[in-house]
T-cell receptor
Framework: RKEVEQDPGPFNVPEGATVAFNCTYS??????FFWYRQDCRKEPKLLMS???SGNEDGRFTAQLNRASQYISLLIRDSKLSDSATYLC??????????FGAGTILRVKS | EAGVAQSPRYKIIEKRQSVAFWCNPI?????LYWYQQILGQGPKLLIQ????????DSQLPKDRFSAERLKGVDSTLKIQPAKLEDSAVYLC?????????????FGPGTRLTVL
Protein backbone atom coordinates (compact mmCIF):
# COMPACT_ATOMS: atom_id res chain seq x y z
CA ARG A 1 0.00 0.00 0.00
CA LYS A 2 1.34 3.45 -0.90
CA GLU A 3 2.04 5.79 2.00
CA VAL A 4 0.03 8.61 0.41
CA GLU A 5 -2.66 7.78 -2.13
CA GLN A 6 -4.41 10.16 -4.49
CA ASP A 7 -6.74 9.85 -7.45
CA PRO A 8 -4.47 10.70 -10.40
CA GLY A 9 -7.29 12.25 -12.43
CA PRO A 10 -7.22 14.12 -14.68
CA PHE A 11 -10.06 16.26 -13.47
CA ASN A 12 -11.32 18.30 -16.43
CA VAL A 13 -13.52 21.17 -15.24
CA PRO A 14 -14.88 24.39 -16.76
CA GLU A 15 -13.85 27.78 -15.48
CA GLY A 16 -15.86 28.76 -12.43
CA ALA A 17 -16.46 25.20 -11.29
CA THR A 18 -15.82 23.85 -7.81
CA VAL A 19 -13.55 20.82 -7.64
CA ALA A 20 -12.46 18.64 -4.74
CA PHE A 21 -9.43 16.39 -4.35
CA ASN A 22 -8.92 13.78 -1.67
CA CYS A 23 -6.05 11.76 -0.40
CA THR A 24 -5.40 9.16 2.26
CA TYR A 25 -2.23 8.44 4.18
CA SER A 26 -1.14 5.25 5.93
CA UNK A 27 1.21 6.42 8.69
CA UNK A 28 -0.86 7.42 11.71
CA UNK A 29 2.26 9.02 13.23
CA UNK A 30 2.42 11.62 10.45
CA UNK A 31 2.81 15.03 11.99
CA UNK A 32 2.04 17.71 9.42
CA PHE A 33 0.05 17.84 6.22
CA PHE A 34 0.23 19.94 3.09
CA TRP A 35 -0.91 20.48 -0.44
CA TYR A 36 1.80 21.34 -2.95
CA ARG A 37 1.20 22.54 -6.48
CA GLN A 38 3.41 21.49 -9.38
CA ASP A 39 3.12 23.13 -12.80
CA CYS A 40 4.19 21.18 -15.86
CA ARG A 41 7.98 20.71 -15.89
CA LYS A 42 8.40 22.93 -12.83
CA GLU A 43 9.31 22.31 -9.22
CA PRO A 44 6.71 21.70 -6.49
CA LYS A 45 5.65 24.72 -4.47
CA LEU A 46 3.77 24.84 -1.18
CA LEU A 47 0.11 25.71 -1.74
CA MET A 48 -1.09 25.47 1.83
CA SER A 49 -0.79 23.62 5.10
CA UNK A 50 -3.69 21.50 6.32
CA UNK A 51 -5.09 21.53 9.84
CA UNK A 52 -7.75 19.48 11.61
CA SER A 53 -9.79 22.62 12.17
CA GLY A 54 -9.81 23.27 8.44
CA ASN A 55 -8.21 26.26 6.82
CA GLU A 56 -8.98 28.52 3.95
CA ASP A 57 -6.83 30.64 1.67
CA GLY A 58 -8.93 32.60 -0.78
CA ARG A 59 -10.61 30.12 -3.11
CA PHE A 60 -8.81 27.15 -1.54
CA THR A 61 -10.03 25.21 1.49
CA ALA A 62 -8.15 22.30 3.04
CA GLN A 63 -9.32 19.83 5.64
CA LEU A 64 -7.70 17.06 7.66
CA ASN A 65 -9.44 14.12 9.31
CA ARG A 66 -6.85 12.41 11.51
CA ALA A 67 -9.21 9.63 12.58
CA SER A 68 -9.82 8.59 8.97
CA GLN A 69 -6.30 9.59 7.82
CA TYR A 70 -7.88 11.63 5.07
CA ILE A 71 -6.96 15.02 3.58
CA SER A 72 -9.00 17.12 1.20
CA LEU A 73 -8.61 20.22 -0.95
CA LEU A 74 -11.51 22.21 -2.34
CA ILE A 75 -11.04 24.79 -5.08
CA ARG A 76 -13.91 27.18 -5.72
CA ASP A 77 -14.43 29.32 -8.82
CA SER A 78 -11.69 27.52 -10.77
CA LYS A 79 -9.42 29.64 -12.96
CA LEU A 80 -7.45 28.60 -16.03
CA SER A 81 -4.31 29.32 -14.00
CA ASP A 82 -5.30 26.63 -11.48
CA SER A 83 -4.41 23.97 -14.05
CA ALA A 84 -1.57 21.99 -12.47
CA THR A 85 -0.80 18.81 -10.55
CA TYR A 86 -1.79 18.93 -6.89
CA LEU A 87 0.42 16.87 -4.59
CA CYS A 88 -0.81 15.65 -1.22
CA UNK A 89 2.10 15.63 1.21
CA UNK A 90 2.60 14.39 4.76
CA UNK A 91 5.50 15.21 7.02
CA UNK A 92 7.03 12.54 9.22
CA UNK A 93 9.82 12.78 11.76
CA UNK A 94 12.65 15.16 11.09
CA UNK A 95 10.85 17.24 8.47
CA UNK A 96 10.77 14.27 6.06
CA UNK A 97 8.12 14.82 3.38
CA UNK A 98 6.25 11.94 1.76
CA PHE A 99 4.49 12.89 -1.47
CA GLY A 100 1.50 11.37 -3.19
CA ALA A 101 1.68 10.85 -6.94
CA GLY A 102 -0.48 13.90 -7.58
CA THR A 103 -3.87 14.74 -9.04
CA ILE A 104 -3.97 16.48 -12.41
CA LEU A 105 -6.40 19.39 -12.76
CA ARG A 106 -7.25 20.89 -16.12
CA VAL A 107 -9.47 23.96 -16.13
CA LYS A 108 -10.95 24.79 -19.51
CA SER A 109 -12.65 27.89 -20.85
CA GLU B 1 16.36 36.36 -2.01
CA ALA B 2 17.90 33.87 -4.44
CA GLY B 3 16.25 30.47 -4.61
CA VAL B 4 17.75 27.01 -4.74
CA ALA B 5 20.11 26.68 -7.69
CA GLN B 6 20.74 23.43 -9.55
CA SER B 7 22.89 22.47 -12.50
CA PRO B 8 22.86 21.15 -15.09
CA ARG B 9 19.18 21.55 -15.97
CA TYR B 10 19.27 18.66 -18.44
CA LYS B 11 21.56 15.70 -18.91
CA ILE B 12 21.48 12.82 -21.35
CA ILE B 13 23.80 9.87 -20.80
CA GLU B 14 24.06 6.24 -21.80
CA LYS B 15 23.53 3.43 -19.30
CA ARG B 16 26.58 2.50 -17.28
CA GLN B 17 27.97 6.05 -17.55
CA SER B 18 28.45 8.31 -14.52
CA VAL B 19 26.74 11.62 -13.85
CA ALA B 20 26.85 14.29 -11.16
CA PHE B 21 24.38 16.97 -10.18
CA TRP B 22 25.07 20.12 -8.19
CA CYS B 23 22.86 22.06 -5.79
CA ASN B 24 23.32 25.37 -3.98
CA PRO B 25 20.64 25.90 -1.31
CA ILE B 26 19.10 29.14 -0.14
CA UNK B 27 21.64 31.09 1.89
CA UNK B 28 21.47 30.20 5.56
CA UNK B 29 19.43 27.02 5.10
CA UNK B 30 21.02 24.30 7.19
CA UNK B 31 18.99 21.41 5.80
CA LEU B 32 19.33 20.14 2.24
CA TYR B 33 17.37 17.39 0.52
CA TRP B 34 17.72 15.45 -2.71
CA TYR B 35 14.56 13.99 -4.25
CA GLN B 36 14.00 11.76 -7.27
CA GLN B 37 10.81 12.34 -9.26
CA ILE B 38 10.00 9.71 -11.87
CA LEU B 39 7.43 10.70 -14.50
CA GLY B 40 3.91 10.33 -13.16
CA GLN B 41 5.03 9.99 -9.55
CA GLY B 42 5.56 12.33 -6.64
CA PRO B 43 9.06 13.25 -5.48
CA LYS B 44 10.78 10.60 -3.36
CA LEU B 45 13.36 11.59 -0.77
CA LEU B 46 16.81 10.16 -1.49
CA ILE B 47 18.91 11.85 1.18
CA GLN B 48 18.64 14.60 3.78
CA UNK B 49 21.57 16.60 5.17
CA UNK B 50 21.69 18.76 8.28
CA UNK B 51 24.68 21.02 7.71
CA UNK B 52 27.26 18.50 6.40
CA UNK B 53 25.89 15.46 8.24
CA UNK B 54 23.46 12.88 6.85
CA UNK B 55 20.10 12.76 8.67
CA UNK B 56 18.31 10.23 6.45
CA ASP B 57 19.62 8.22 3.50
CA SER B 58 17.36 5.19 3.92
CA GLN B 59 16.00 5.40 0.36
CA LEU B 60 19.30 6.12 -1.37
CA PRO B 61 20.45 3.19 -3.56
CA LYS B 62 23.91 3.20 -2.08
CA ASP B 63 25.35 0.71 -4.54
CA ARG B 64 25.21 3.36 -7.27
CA PHE B 65 24.18 6.69 -5.72
CA SER B 66 26.32 8.89 -3.50
CA ALA B 67 25.93 12.40 -2.17
CA GLU B 68 28.05 14.80 -0.22
CA ARG B 69 27.79 18.21 1.36
CA LEU B 70 31.35 18.78 2.51
CA LYS B 71 31.24 22.38 3.71
CA GLY B 72 27.61 22.41 4.81
CA VAL B 73 26.54 24.59 1.91
CA ASP B 74 26.35 23.21 -1.63
CA SER B 75 25.93 19.54 -2.43
CA THR B 76 26.58 17.04 -5.21
CA LEU B 77 24.65 13.89 -6.05
CA LYS B 78 26.40 11.25 -8.16
CA ILE B 79 25.15 8.19 -9.97
CA GLN B 80 27.71 5.59 -10.99
CA PRO B 81 26.90 3.57 -13.06
CA ALA B 82 23.54 4.82 -14.33
CA LYS B 83 20.68 2.48 -15.21
CA LEU B 84 17.72 3.09 -17.49
CA GLU B 85 15.41 3.31 -14.48
CA ASP B 86 17.38 6.29 -13.14
CA SER B 87 15.73 8.49 -15.78
CA ALA B 88 13.94 11.09 -13.68
CA VAL B 89 14.03 14.66 -12.45
CA TYR B 90 16.40 15.15 -9.52
CA LEU B 91 15.15 17.89 -7.25
CA CYS B 92 17.15 19.63 -4.56
CA UNK B 93 15.35 21.40 -1.72
CA UNK B 94 16.42 23.31 1.35
CA UNK B 95 14.86 24.42 4.61
CA UNK B 96 16.04 26.39 7.56
CA UNK B 97 15.60 23.82 10.36
CA UNK B 98 15.05 20.15 11.02
CA UNK B 99 13.10 18.77 13.98
CA UNK B 100 10.06 20.93 13.57
CA UNK B 101 8.44 21.55 10.26
CA UNK B 102 9.89 24.27 8.12
CA UNK B 103 8.87 24.85 4.53
CA UNK B 104 11.08 23.19 1.96
CA UNK B 105 11.96 25.28 -1.09
CA PHE B 106 12.71 23.37 -4.26
CA GLY B 107 15.13 24.10 -7.04
CA PRO B 108 14.17 23.76 -10.71
CA GLY B 109 15.56 20.23 -10.92
CA THR B 110 17.90 18.34 -13.23
CA ARG B 111 16.15 16.24 -15.86
CA LEU B 112 18.19 13.07 -16.45
CA THR B 113 17.62 10.80 -19.43
CA VAL B 114 19.49 7.50 -19.48
CA LEU B 115 19.60 5.82 -22.90
Amino acid sequence: RKEVEQDPGPFNVPEGATVAFNCTYSNSASQSFFWYRQDCRKEPKLLMSVYSSGNEDGRFTAQLNRASQYISLLIRDSKLSDSATYLCVVSEYGNKLVFGAGTILRVKS
Amino acid sequence: EAGVAQSPRYKIIEKRQSVAFWCNPISGHATLYWYQQILGQGPKLLIQFQNNGVVDDSQLPKDRFSAERLKGVDSTLKIQPAKLEDSAVYLCASSSLVGSYNEQFFGPGTRLTVL
